[in-house]
């Protein structure tokens, strides 16, 4: 039968041989799931874990706090001004007199839990945060992995290595680690590169809508 909970991918790492010992056991195997689903996260850039949270600027107020859940940053969407503020490194922010200078903001940064806009917003704007968000921790039986099902081979697979590393089986690890590699190289190309129907141009051939400077500081 197909996986679909965190359960059925628990139990099929357990039919690759593992006892319920000190070394591999379902508590560790429950882990190794939930830190496959994490990776999977961090490496691929997946509708699954794409999220969108709305935030409304205060005036003169630079520093909001990012999700909960916040991964990493994909980008800002300006709606009002139809276009995206533009990322910048702390240092380049920091010069421009982030408190002082008080306009539309065009510019973010981000520095521990906070998203930094430049310049100080001058009023309430409606700013679209596109982000990679943090999966949910499974944690009963039935709950299902925010991964497509289509791929939940490969929470199996990632947990399946851990077992064998565990078990100090370190060939069976690496056939294994191979497969999960190529499984999720597969899996990244079928879900980074959703959209074929578009131009095949060189980079910078249709300019952009990118708010800010986009030249030197």
């Given at each position: 039968m197909p996986l679909e909970t965190f359960a059925d991918c628990v139990n099929e790492v357990l039919n690759f041989g593992f006892n319920d010992g000190?070394?591999?056991n379902r508590k560790r195997i429950e882990n190794w799931v939930n830190e496959a689903q994490f990776q999977i996260a961090r490496e691929v850039e997946s509708p699954e874990f794409q999220a969108t949270e709305v935030i409304t600027t205060k005036n003169e107020v630079y520093k909001y706090p990012l999700p909960s859940n916040f991964l990493r940053m994909q980008d800002i969407f300006f709606p009002e001004?139809?276009?995206?503020?533009?990322p910048a490194e702390l240092h380049q922010f920091d010069n421009q007199n982030?408190?002082?200078v008080v306009a539309l903001p065009a510019v973010y940064t981000l520095y521990k839990n906070e998203l930094w806009l430049f310049p100080n917003p001058n009023g309430e704007y409606e700013l679209e945060e596109r982000?990679?968000?943090n999966p949910p921790t499974l944690i009963a039986e039935g709950?299902?992995?925010?991964l497509n099902k289509n791929y939940l081979h490969?929470?199996?697979e990632y947990a399946v290595v851990r077992g064998f590393e565990a078990e100090d089986d370190m060939e069976a690890a690496q056939y294994h680690q191979g497969r999960y590699s190529r499984d999720l190289d597969a899996y990244a190309s079928d879900v980074q590169l959703r959209n074929v129907d578009t131009p095949r141009n060189i980079e910078g051939t249709w300019g952009n809508r990118s708010l800010g400077?986009?030249?030197p500081w």
């Amino acid at each position: 039968m197909p996986l679909e909970t965190f359960a059925d991918c628990v139990n099929e790492v357990l039919n690759f041989g593992f006892n319920d010992g000190p070394q591999v056991n379902r508590k560790r195997i429950e882990n190794w799931v939930n830190e496959a689903q994490f990776q999977i996260a961090r490496e691929v850039e997946s509708p699954e874990f794409q999220a969108t949270e709305v935030i409304t600027t205060k005036n003169e107020v630079y520093k909001y706090p990012l999700p909960s859940n916040f991964l990493r940053m994909q980008d800002i969407f300006f709606p009002e001004m139809y276009g995206r503020l533009r990322p910048a490194e702390l240092h380049q922010f920091d010069n421009q007199n982030p408190k002082i200078v008080v306009a539309l903001p065009a510019v973010y940064t981000l520095y521990k839990n906070e998203l930094w806009l430049f310049p100080n917003p001058n009023g309430e704007y409606e700013l679209e945060e596109r982000y990679i968000g943090n999966p949910p921790t499974l944690i009963a039986e039935g709950d299902k992995p925010v991964l497509n099902k289509n791929y939940l081979h490969l929470l199996v697979e990632y947990a399946v290595v851990r077992g064998f590393e565990a078990e100090d089986d370190m060939e069976a690890a690496q056939y294994h680690q191979g497969r999960y590699s190529r499984d999720l190289d597969a899996y990244a190309s079928d879900v980074q590169l959703r959209n074929v129907d578009t131009p095949r141009n060189i980079e910078g051939t249709w300019g952009n809508r990118s708010l800010g400077l986009r030249g030197p500081w």
